[in-house]
């Protein structure tokens, strides 16, 4: 035998046995073939439940609010200047047969409030009951002319006009109107443990949305004689989530199976509104959004039988359909149309997501991860042509068909990692991904990556870590779509589609200093270039940093802060005449927040005292450069909110709280301000204030624990 | 004659491999002894009056003895914590306690270490991507997040998990509270709404397999399909919006005109530059309605798609 054979025998037998101690080395089941004599572990101190079974706590109280404002209670219900209740439960129960109950119960008191409930066997099942209201306050300083829901009409006193200014009754035909949505979460859930391998799930879940939104309708045949108005979209949705599943989990293998059904209905098919203009139809009908529905099979597994390598699998394939009665192509009676292709489009999208990837800790210095991943969007709704009716006013004289988009995006990964001895580590990536589409500009776009990341821990109370990464898309080729009437223009790149390089950096440090204070400072900066872009979005960039400082003084004092700063900005161009750019927008946002926070001990297990100071503002310019460019003003907004707060321990079960929040806000929009209802000519719009306001609240409460 | 001799070399290396593998072993690592009380050998000292509260736990479900898949059914606390070892004998003078399996990122114990003891039960397909994902690349352990011995983990309630995620999320936390985002900063919604930080199949552990699916299941009103799509709607919302917050209305990264004139150009009224000459005080009133108000909106409100068969420029 050859001298190199024989050693390779001899070497082989060693790397075997090195190799097979990893896998040793990582089985942490120790109670696996031991004997332990476990006839004393009488658990004697271990709390007895049976004692006392139920551990609650009731938080309740009263609190004011002293001013109105929907920005102000936008989602937390206090957008009314008046008194409310404060009401929270946490109960929980457990008893020695492994029976068990837990409630959580916020806000009881508001319109926003919560419950969720769970309870079983430990072991066998359990059930899941929640409940949740996530209401929003969207609008408040609003007018409008109109009345009705899905079929808005004007006063029988209003006057029509030929621009807003025109309109002689708006000022005494305008009314209050509040634009809001109270949106509704039911959840019922249940889990059933067959046995050590199998478990069962069922989910149904139903959420309903129902209020108004502000949403514009025009009238006319060309943009020069369009007319709007800001109407009230009425809002009465329901979505209906059922979803069943099988686990299966033993030894080396886990695997689910998943059905999901999703049904969306929506009580309003079409909003119809009355001209508010001398000219165009007397009325237009807008549609609102169809009913759709959502069938899901899902799949997923795990194997992590092969010794330092863990496979996994996930699949899913779903059909979104949608077939809902077409309304006509216009209500307008003086013009004649012809029979539309079809009564619905009978829409069929299939969804498929596909990901397998392999992990291999090749050692305990490396690892490595393949990803491959699959994701599909095929939209076989059929083709047909549709001659169309412009804002109920005018026929076109050509037709048009519809584009039913496709969709494809395959990518392969491949991320590893490398420990040193003194633990920094080196992390690196590769990612190739293909992009498909159909009836869009680029039909394949190819997209690499590449990214480093290296940690260093300089000592126990020091880390810090940067990450850089590139990549780069290119599109196979960009072509203007004969579809489009009028076609866009041959130099413009749609920027979700162009060409395009981005650099990320990211530096991460974090560090401790007498087990007492906690810095964590971070900053990235990611930059797009569009280089092929003439027209269009050319480059955009967003710099973030982030400081966060936690600090305990002593055992009673404890001062936390946090910055952050973002500076997000963009350049794109434009041309008047649909060629070559002749004007250009540089688009710059600054937005900076700072909180503030402290609690004490005042006196221990009896008086705590504290506050929480939060600073949020934003500042947008726009510069414009081109032949008729005027400066805009600058986008700001500004919220401060500061709270301060007691807690009185009266005796070990009884606490009294004491709170107070003032906040207050200032905003300056140049698409609001000083826009009233008659400003803009053929628009009837709500006169919307930007939201401004001061506004206190305060409250008390009493938590009892038995 | 030859194949004898190699078959003889093999099994020498073998067997001295075992040997010294053993050698090896015997030398690093002693079997740890288990404790002769279980949990009361513990508990004799992490009482009530420990400094970390340990009794809360036996109001959880780890704590749950009558549940033979839980680590007080099991060995207790050793379950999790190793064999105690000589962790309960008095440390000799100068000296520190012998240490037992500790949690939390600042714990002496490896985080592959600790993890693996979560992962030992905790092994269902809600972790399947645990290994490789950013998470555990950021050597992040189960314990720097889940507290086990408190009644309640704050993971699990929505107004204490975001305050968790966002103590080391800086940016999103600065997001949450910008002039338009989700409710999070209200505990109306919490990062696991959307995020599985265990690790999935997708970018930035997004809990569908694309980001719309995920959007759709609190916004189904847009799922469609419709008859005129607007592309990007259908291929991805995050083209548009961010959602975790942003200075403009509606979660938009930039506000229309501008917006909707990166990727819509064609002659007539897309292509023009609207300035400062359309605000009230401007000398244009013909730019007002595509400036101001709703802008491109004031007439293009069907911006996610019509089922209108008008509705070709998302007027219907």
Redesign the interface.
């Known amino acids: ?1 050859p001298f190199s054979v ?1 050693y390779s ?2 070497g082989f ?2 790397l ?3 190799l097979s ?1 990893f896998v040793l080395a ?1 089985d ?4 696996l073939n ?1 004997s ?3 006839s ?8 007895d ?1 049976s004692d006392e079974p139920w ?1 609650s706590e009731i938080n309740s109280g009263i609190g004011f609010v002293s001013n109105d404002s929907y920005k102000f209670g ?3 219900g206090l957008y009314k200047k008046s008194a409310f209740l404060i009401f929270d439960v ?1 109960a ?1 129960y ?1 008893d ?3 029976n ?1 109950f837990s409630i ?1 119960a ?1 806000n009881l008191g508001l319109e ?1 409030r ?1 419950v969720t409930m769970q309870g079983g066997q ?2 066998k099942y359990n059930v899941n009951l929640s409940l ?1 209201n ?1 209401n ?1 306050y969207q609008l408040d300083t609003a007018r409008t002319v109109y009345n009705g829901t899905t079929n808005q009409s004007l006063p029988a006193t209003w006057v029509d006009g030929a621009t807003t200014a025109a309109m002689s009754s708006l000022a005494q035909d305008l009314h209050n109107i509040n634009y809001y949505t109270k949106r509704s979460h039911i959840s019922l859930a249940s889990n059933v443990i067959q046995n ?1 391998k199998w478990n069962y799930d069922i989910k149904f879940n139903r ?1 309903t949305k129902k209020g108004k939104t ?5 009238i006319g045949s060309t ?1 020069a004689d ?1 007319k ?1 108005a ?1 109407l009230a979209k009425p809002l009465d ?1 329901t ?1 209906d ?1 059922f979803e069943v599943s099988a ?1 299966y ?1 033993h030894n080396t293998l ?3 199976v998943s059905l999901v059904n ?1 049904v ?1 209905k ?1 009580n309003y098919n079409s909003l119809i509104w009355d001209n508010a203009f001398t000219t165009g139809a007397s009325t237009g ?3 609102l ?2 009913d ?1 529905q ?1 069938q899901q099979l899902m799949l ?3 194997y992590r039988g092969l010794s330092d390598i ?1 496979i ?1 699998g ?1 699949f ?1 394939i ?1 059909k ?3 077939n ?1 009665t ?5 209500t307008n009676l003086a013009l004649t149309t012809t029979a ?1 292709p079809k009564n619905s ?1 009978d ?3 299939d ?1 498929i ?1 596909a ?1 397998a ?1 392999l ?1 291999w800790v090749i050692n305990e210095k490396s ?1 490595i ?1 393949l ?1 491959f ?1 699959h ?1 599909e ?1 095929d ?1 076989n ?1 059929e083709r047909a042509t ?1 001659s ?5 006013n005018a026929l076109l004289g050509s037709s ?1 068909a ?4 496709s ?1 494809r995006t395959q990518k392969l990964k491949m ?1 590893s ?1 490398y420990r040193f001895e003194n633990k920094n ?1 080196i ?1 690196t990536g590769l990612e190739y991904a293909l992009y498909d ?1 159909t ?2 500009e680029v039909n394949r776009a190819i997209e690499t990556s590449i990214w480093a990341k290296y940690a260093n821990k300089l000592s ?1 109370d020091i880390n810090y870590s940067f990450k850089v990464k590139s990549d780069i898309r290119k599109a196979n080729s960009y072509k203007v779509l004969t579809e ?1 009437s ?4 041959s130099q ?1 790149r ?3 589609l162009a060409d395009k390089n981005t650099i990320k950096a990211l530096l991460n440090v974090n560090f401790t200093a007498f087990d007492d204070l906690f810095i ?1 400072f ?1 900053l ?1 900066k990611s930059s797009n270039q569009y280089s092929n872009s003439n ?3 050319a480059k955009s960039d967003d710099i ?1 940093l ?3 400082i936690q600090y305990s003084i002593n055992e009673a004092l404890s001062l936390s802060s ?1 910055l ?1 700063q ?1 500076l ?1 900005s ?1 350049t ?1 161009y ?5 060629a070559g750019s002749d ?1 250009s ?1 540089d ?1 710059s ?1 600054t ?1 900076s ?1 700072i909180g503030l926070g402290s609690n004490y001990i005042v006196i221990e297990d009896e008086l705590s005292i504290g506050f929480d100071f ?1 600073h ?1 503002s ?1 500042n ?1 310019k ?1 510069s ?1 450069t ?8 600058d ?1 700001i ?1 500004k ?1 401060n909110s500061l709270t301060v707060y007691g807690d009185y321990n009266y005796e070990e079960d009884i606490t009294f709280k004491l709170s107070y929040r003032y906040e207050e806000y200032q ?1 300056q929009n ?3 301000d ?3 209802q008659g ?5 009837l ?2 006169g919307e204030i930007s939201p401004n306001y001061k506004i206190g609240v305060l409250w008390t409460s009493v938590k009892y624990v038995f | 004659m030859e194949a004898y001799k190699n078959i003889k070399l093999l099994l020498i290396s073998l067997l001295l491999s075992i040997a010294l593998n053993q050698l090896a072993n015997a030398s690093e690592v002693k079997p740890l002894q288990y404790s002769k009380k279980g949990a009361d050998s513990c508990l004799k000292c992490h009482d009530e009056d420990n400094d970390y509260p340990i009794l809360p736990l036996f109001k959880t479900k780890h704590g749950e003895r009558h549940d033979s898949r839980t680590p007080m059914a099991k060995l207790q606390c050793e379950t999790c914590h190793g064999a105690i070892g000589d962790h309960k004998k008095t440390a000799k003078k100068g000296e520190k306690k012998s240490p037992i399996r500790a949690f939390g990122s600042k714990a002496w114990t490896p985080v592959a270490e600790q993890n693996q003891v979560c992962l030992n039960c905790h092994n269902n397909t809600a972790r399947n991507n645990w290994f490789g994902g950013i998470h555990e690349s950021e050597s992040l352990s189960c314990a720097d997040c889940h507290t086990i011995h408190a009644r309640r983990d704050p993971m699990l309630v929505a107004r204490t998990q975001v305050k968790k995620c966002t103590s080391c999320h800086l940016k999103q936390k600065a997001e949450f509270n910008r002039r338009s985002a989700h409710p999070v900063r209200f505990s109306k919604m919490r990062c696991s709404d959307c995020h599985n930080p265990h690790g999935t199949v997708s970018d930035k552990l997004i809990k569908t397999g694309t980001k719309n699916q995920l959007c759709y299941r609190c916004h189904a009103e847009k799922r469609g399909p419709l008859l005129w799509a607007h592309a990007p709607v259908s291929e991805d919302c995050t083209v548009c919006h961010n959602p975790h917050g942003s200075m403009h209305p509606s979660l938009l990264k930039k506000r229309p005109p501008l917006l909707c004139q990166q990727c819509h150009g064609s002659a007539g009224h897309p292509s023009a530059l609207y300035s400062g000459a359309g605000l009230p005080s401007g000398s244009s009133t013909t730019q007002r309605k595509f400036l101001l108000g709703r802008s491109c909106l004031n007439c293009h409100s069907q911006i996610h798609g019509s089922n209108h068969p008008s509705g070709v420029k998302l007027l219907r």
């Open positions: 035998m024989k025998i001899v037998s060693f075997s046995l090195w101690d990582d942490l089941s120790e109670g031991l332990i004599d476990k004393k572990w009488k658990c004697n101190y271990c709390p439940n551990f936008e989602y937390n946490d929980m457990r020695e047969a492994a068990y959580q916020f926003t919560s430990q072991g949740d996530i929003r050590k959420q502000p949403f514009a309708a025009a943009f369009a709007s800001v949705y979505t989530r686990h989990n886990n695997a689910s999703s969306f929506n009908q807008i549609s959004e169809p759709n959502m997923n597994s795990q863990i996994n996930s899913s779903a979104l359909t949608q809902q077409f309304l006509p192509y216009t539309l489009l829409a069929n999208v969804v997501n990901n990837n992990n690892k991860k990803i991943e994701h969007q939209n709704t549709y169309y009716v412009t804002a109920d048009r519809n584009l039913p988009y969709f991320n990692s580590k992390l589409r009836y869009q126990s489009l009028p076609a866009e223009n413009l749609k920027y979700n964590n971070n990235e027209v269009g979005l973030a982030a400081i966060d946090y952050q973002s997000i963009s794109q434009g041309s008047t005449s649909a004007w927008a688009n946002d937005i927040t939060v949020s934003a947008g726009i414009l081109g032949a008729t460019a005027t400066p805009l003003p986008l907004s919220r905003e140049w698409n609001l000083n826009v009233a400003s803009i000519d053929n628009v719009n709500l």
